[in-house]
């Protein structure tokens, strides 16, 4: 139960803070879930500089986001035992650290949005802004967790909208062209998982008066968590058709599923940390499988 991503150790120096507080990791896992928007958008290669803007893109927003999450709850995060370890909390990361942060990942976001085409710049303030609202809305509604992964499946629209923004015109068609359903996919994904995050701490939040659904259904929120993911599979085996897509596809769909299974088993006998990690881990199998699928252009299945 004491499990917290965004904890640092002592005595490893500001760089691995930074790192930790950020939780740089978590980059890794909507990397490979944007470049498969990416590459499905367009069923091919985006140019290499395309796919180095999203990166950039990417890892700007993770700064600002994250860094604004934990300014807004610095306060909550001091009176949590789980999470009072936090940099802002203990002080290793000042105030006014955060705050240049923020600035500075959200003008590497935008000028990034910029160079990659001319529809990504226009909808990045949107995407900006549902980043940054989230924090909040845990002190009014239940569906912040729904919030939260809406954010992990704007990496998948916007790889998409980075890609095809470069081929099709208008925007709608550009829009008609991001793979919705893995978009869908993926926010039942990061609902259960963000759920293994919030269950931890369910009694401190309504103490505190937050909102989650861990708080809202109690002990039948690992359960709709697991459902949750359960639909998630299910459409991600339906995209696959529907795009398309080759075995190399399916299989890591299914491994995909099957790494979730043993994490929602990990979160059941209350390894809530591990069962965290599998899910990253789950995500970078489904993401990548996908984009080498799309890459080697196999013959679809059915």
């Known amino acids: 139960m004491n499990w917290d991503p965004g904890a640092a150790s002592t005595g490893k120096g500001k760089f691995h803070t930074i790192m930790r507080f ?28 395309t796919l180095l803007l999203i990166f950039s893109a990417l890892f700007f927003l993770r700064i600002a986001g994250m860094t604004n999450d934990n300014l807004a709850d610095r306060e909550i995060d001091s009176r949590n035992p789980r999470t ?22 959200l003008l590497g976001f935008f000028v990034s949005a910029y160079f990659v085409n001319f529809y990504a710049f226009v909808l990045s303030p949107i995407v900006a802004l549902i980043v940054m609202t989230y924090p909040y809305m845990k002190r009014y509604t239940a569906f912040a967790n729904y919030h939260l992964a809406s954010i992990q499946g704007l990496a998948v629209f916007s790889g998409a909208i980075a890609s095809a ?42 103490q505190m008066g937050l909102h989650s659904f861990a708080v809202l259904l109690g002990n039948s ?13 299910t459409l ?15 299989a890591s769909t299914i491994a995909h599923g099957l790494i979730m299974a043993y994490a929602f088993y990990l979160a059941s006998r209350g390894n809530f940390g591990s069962a965290f990690y599998y899910n990253i881990y789950s995500s970078i199998v489904l993401g990548l499988g996908i984009d080498i699928d799309v890459v080697l252009g196999i013959p679809k299945i059915f």
Request: charge should be neutral; aromatic fraction near 12%.
């Open 236 to 250: 991600d085996i339906l995209a696959d058709f529907m795009y398309n897509l080759g075995p190399i596809s399916y």
């Open 84 to 105: 009072r370890t936090r940099p802002l909390v203990t002080g290793a990361i000042k105030v006014w650290e955060a705050k240049l942060m923020i600035i500075i990942g």
């Open 221 to 233: 929120a690992l359960k709709f968590a697991g459902l949750n993911q359960l639909i998630s599979v």
């Open 22 to 49: 950020l939780r740089i990791e978590q980059t890794l896992f909507s990397l490979p879930m944007a470049y498969l928007g990416a590459l499905v958008a367009i069923r091919g290669i985006p140019p290499i500089s």
């Open 165 to 206: 923004g470069l081929v099709y015109h208008p925007i709608i068609r550009a829009l008609e062209a991001v793979p919705w359903l893995f978009v869908i996919a993926t926010i039942f994904w990061a609902l259960g998982f963000d759920l293994y995050n919030h269950i931890p701490d369910a009694e401190f939040d309504k």
